[in-house]
């Protein structure tokens, strides 16, 4: 699966290598374009999920804002509601194009 911005691949693993939460697919760190994502202030925390960390996503077309979000530090009780780790993982938001 490939997440992109105007064409320009951000993000790119197999299926068995993401995970889905919510509707939303999860991609491991090592799938994503190095140089594209630089750490955003937005603050939010998820309540079962954890403190969420925001990401602009990059590209030569220009910024999307809070692109993107990861969990860096799960609560325990994510980990087993959802059956795996996937700390670190990233989402995206709309303007980004996961298929």
């Known amino acids: 699966m490939r997440?992109?911005?105007n064409g320009t691949v951000v993000a790119e693993a197999t299926e068995d290598e993401l995970v889905k939460?919510?509707?939303?697919?999860?991609f491991p760190p090592s799938a994503l374009t190095?140089?594209?994502?630089t750490e955003s202030a937005t603050p939010y925390t998820c309540p079962w999920k954890g403190a969420?960390?925001?990401?602009d996503v990059v590209t030569p077309d220009?910024?999307?804002?809070?692109?993107?979000?990861?969990?860096?530090?799960?609560?325990?009780?994510?980990?087993?509601r959802v059956g795996r780790d996937f700390?670190?993982?990233?989402?995206?938001?709309?303007?980004v194009t996961v298929s």
């Open 3 to 5: 997440a992109t911005v």
């Open 21 to 26: 939460i919510e509707g939303n697919w999860y």
């Open 34 to 37: 190095p140089g594209t994502f």
């Open 52 to 55: 969420a960390q925001y990401w």
């Open 62 to 80: 220009g910024t999307t804002k809070d692109g993107a979000w990861s969990y860096p530090d799960l609560k325990p009780s994510a980990v087993e």
């Open 87 to 95: 700390a670190g993982y990233v989402a995206f938001s709309p303007g």
